[in-house]
Structure formats: C-alpha cells, structure tokens
C-alpha cells in the first residue's frame, strides 16, 4: 500500500510559478513510476507528467513542456513538479500518482496506468 501526500497549491497570477510537492509513505523504490495528473472543472483527469523508476526518463504533455518539470528525491521519498510560466489553463487540481510497483516500463500517461493517487492540491491560476 502506498500513500501519497500532495503539497503546494495555491493562487498565483498568470506568468508566475509554484512548485508542487508528493510524498510517498513507502520507499520510493516500491513505488515505482510517478506521475502528476490534473482535472479541471468539468473535464476529465488528464496526464500531466511523469518519472520512471529510476528517474532517468521523464515525459510531459505537449502543452506543458518546456515549463514544467518533474524530478524525484529518493532520500525524501518525494516526487517534485517544478511549474513555470503559469497560464490560466493550467488550473486545476493536480494529483500525484504512483504505479506501486518496480518495472522497466516508460510513458505511463493514463490514470490506469497508476494503482495509487493522492487526494490532489488545487492549483489556480489568474490572469
């Protein structure tokens, strides 16, 4: 069983930035890929970001590459998503996620994809 904390939320004008944080109660070994997801007001949770095991290999959504990063803290058990240049597209609530078991596998964009997810951080965005 992994439970996942998020942290970092908040209001922020559009152009600003706001670092996102997920801690993971296991090893972070045990829970394998991460990933953060979002989900906006009326539309379904969409794939935001994500990490392999070994955090050698990320991956992002077209829309938010070159502004978002994702890194992970093995000793911290943490999953960090760094978000620069905020528009107001961006709000929503963002989950981290955690696939909860060690593997080779790359590209995990689909909230199948994860056996675990936090309870979500709001993050809104003002023009």
Known sequence: QVQLVESGGGLVQAGGSLRLSCTASTRSFSSGAMGWFR???GKEREFVAGINWSGSSTYYR???KGRFT???DYGKNTVTLQMNSLTP???AVYYCAARGS???GLGYSRP???RYFG????VTVSS
């Open 39 to 41: 989900q906006a007001p």
């Open 62 to 64: 077209d829309s938010v």
């Open 70 to 72: 994702i890194s992970r």
């Open 119 to 122: 309870q979500g951080t709001q």
């Open 102 to 104: 060690v593997d080779l």
């Open 89 to 91: 597209e961006d709000t």
């Open 112 to 114: 199948m994809d994860y």
